[in-house]
């Protein structure tokens, strides 16, 4: 139970204390609406390109065009929402700064995947291919590990949880 004067205390430093994001990481709360369509969008261009690997289908080929086009446009709006979000902090804790510096890396893999896909389609050959492909798996990749670190950031790291609840420290 707390008196009237305790209780005005409490409230009054509760108020004080809280934080009030700036407008510019009000905004930046869009990132969680618009962070996952690259993500999947760029799963789906390497699903497609596995396909034009194995079965050579002609379809796959305007899809995935498309598709890689997308995936780096939409990155974008997810990588500057993200930066909005980052605006009022002063510090940054490491796993907030790594998924910050993948996912600008990622923009900028699926931005040159688009490019090279632009120039494979005007001017084939094997080299443009190979480059192409292996920018787009690196992208994959790194979109991966992004995503997971915001998954850590928003849900905390269940991995490390379930190791904590296994292993049982030796007595």
Known sequence: ELTDPERTEAIDYLLASHHHPGKWAAIGQFHFACVHFPIALSLAAGFLELLLIFRRQSPAVDATHWIVR??????LPAILFGL?????????????????????????????????????????????????????????????FTGHLGGVLVHGDYVEQIQHAWIRPAS
């Open 70 to 75: 997308l995936a780096a446009w939409s990155a």
């Open 84 to 144: 909005c979000l980052m605006e009022d902090k002063e510090t940054y804790p490491p796993t907030l700064a790594m998924h910050r510096n993948l996912g600008l890396l990622s923009g900028g893999l699926l931005l040159t995947a688009w490019i090279l896909r632009e120039r494979l389609v005007r001017r084939p050959s094997d080299r443009r291919r190979i480059a192409y492909r292996s920018i787009l798996l690196l992208a994959i990749v790194v979109v991966g």
